[in-house]
């Protein structure tokens, strides 16, 4: 069975920085793409950054110069470097990725379970 686990969350004041990771296990054949998304309570659940399997990258326009996504294909693992860091940041934050394993012929969907970032002003 594949898992995604997150770590890396907690308490920043404004201004600092924060790296996320999301460690992917079980029998993978293949990880296409890898996100991290974010929620705050009352709010739909927004696209942070996702990476392709290749290294290309999307960004949300609001985020764009202050965080970096990145992945490590060796590690099965993600990451999401959080710089510059704001109180409007405050959320919890998901990992997404695009897994193909080695007891299904498709790829499916799968989330992390959250990581709280919570910045203070």
């Known amino acids: 069975q594949v898992q995604l686990v997150e770590s890396g969350g907690g308490l920043v004041q404004a201004g600092g920085s924060l790296r996320l990771s999301c460690a992917a296990s079980?029998?993978?054949?293949?990880?296409?793409?890898m996100g991290w998304y974010r929620q705050t309570p009352g709010k739909q659940r927004e696209l942070v950054a996702a990476i392709t399997s290749g290294g290309s990258t999307n960004y949300a326009d609001s985020l764009k110069g202050r965080f970096t996504i990145s992945r490590d294909n060796a590690k099965n693992t993600g990451y999401l470097q959080m710089n510059s860091l704001k109180p409007e940041d405050t959320a919890v934050y998901y990992c997404n990725a695009r897994i193909s394993s080695y007891s299904d012929n498709y790829a499916s969907d799968y989330w992390g379970q959250g990581t709280q970032v919570t910045v203070s002003s």
């Open positions: 079980g029998r993978i054949f293949s990880i296409y793409t």
